[in-house]
């Protein structure tokens, strides 16, 4: 398809496990966002890729959380010894990169992370 | 830190009625402004953008101004229709892509036949 492609779309799992979120951006974007949607913090920026690169990891909420980018396409969003406060949706965009004043960002539908 | 406020709403409108949604922005620099809209069951998607100072964005018949005096950028439609029922995000973009985008905390809007 021709828009960034979030799996799984939902995903239920108990506190402790560990969960793997992936984004497959639109082909020929170089930028890759990933974002958390949650009722109580709204729309959160969480880190950025240029490329392979992630420039700051500021914006992780824990040390448990971590991201990476392989071929300049796919990422993973990994989160370690889930807990209650993950529970969230998160949000995967692309974009063409370069100057991203002037690009804007195309946004996935999605995964639905629940945690019990 | 960069920062976005937008009524919460909700905000309920009869059809054909006119839609304002204000958008203020705190933000270093000169950032890029947004409107992102999230339809019933759908993803975020991009509804009109403004890089500069004193342009207008505007797509589907709503239209916003980059209101640079002001540090704001309300969103505008004359006649609303149903369909038009969504959450509507503003966001803004200051850090070259290095930061992501800044969201305010998204609008409701529903319109009534």
């Known amino acids: 398809g021709a828009g960034v492609s979030q799996s799984p779309s939902n995903k239920v799992t108990e506190k402790g496990k560990d969960v793997e979120l992936r984004c497959d951006p639109i082909s020929g974007h170089t930028a890759l966002y990933w974002y958390r949607q949650s009722l109580g913090q709204g729309l959160e920026f969480l880190i950025y890729?240029?490329?392979?690169?992630?420039?700051?990891k500021s914006g992780l909420p824990s040390d448990r959380f971590s991201a990476e980018r392989t071929g300049g396409s796919v990422s993973t969003l990994t989160i370690q010894r889930t807990q209650q406060e993950d529970s969230a949706v998160y949000l995967c965009?692309?974009?063409?990169?370069?100057?991203?004043?002037?690009?804007?960002?195309?946004f996935g539908d999605g995964t639905r992370l629940s945690i019990l | 830190g960069d920062s976005v406020t937008q009524m919460e709403g909700p905000v309920t409108l009869s059809e054909e009625a006119f839609l304002t949604i204000n958008c203020t922005y705190t933000a270093t620099g000169y950032p890029s402004l947004f409107w992102y809209v999230q339809y019933p069951g759908e993803g975020l998607q991009l509804l009109l953008k403004a890089t500069k100072a004193d342009d207008k964005g505007s797509n589907k018949g709503f239209e916003a101004t980059y209101r640079k005096e002001t540090t704001s950028f309300h969103l505008e439609k004359g006649s609303v229709q149903v369909s038009d029922s969504a959450v509507y995000f503003c966001a803004l973009s200051s850090g070259g892509g290095a930061d992501g985008l800044t969201f305010g905390k998204g609008t409701h809007l529903i319109i009534q036949p």
């Open positions: 965009a692309s974009s063409l990169g370069g100057q991203g004043y002037y690009q804007p960002q195309h």
């Open positions: 890729f240029q490329g392979n690169s992630a420039p700051d």
